[in-house]
């Protein structure tokens, strides 16, 4: 079976080119060979092979916290919030005070 190629040109940012080769290259792909990966995909899928949507708010966190730490924090607040009883609730902040600093005088 013969294999016929043809040339794309496509005009992209040059900062943008540099980063994107230097991450192929530690992957072992070159440029070519992952626009022709995402091609056969769109044909496989008959779409786009991934996501392409705004960023949602809560996406921000990850500016902050790796996953796992999101992922633990759900968890325990899901817990809490199926063991609201077991929580003592502080009404004011010298309460609160109190509990956190108990050797300091409030």
Request: overall charge negative; hydrophobic content about 35%.
């Amino acid at each position: 079976m013969e294999s016929l190629t043809t040339a794309i040109s496509v005009q992209v940012n040059k900062e943008d080119k540099e980063q994107a080769t230097k991450i192929l290259q530690k992957l072992g792909v070159s440029m070519s060979g992952l626009i022709n990966m995402m091609l056969k995909q769109v044909i496989l899928r008959k779409s786009i092979p991934f996501d392409i949507s705004l960023p949602k708010e809560e996406d921000n966190l990850h500016k902050y916290f790796s996953e796992e730490e999101l992922e633990e924090t759900a968890k325990e607040l899901a817990y809490i919030k199926t063991h609201l009883k077991e929580y003592k609730k502080n009404n004011n902040w010298n309460d609160l005070k109190k509990e956190l600093f108990p050797n300091d005088e409030v």
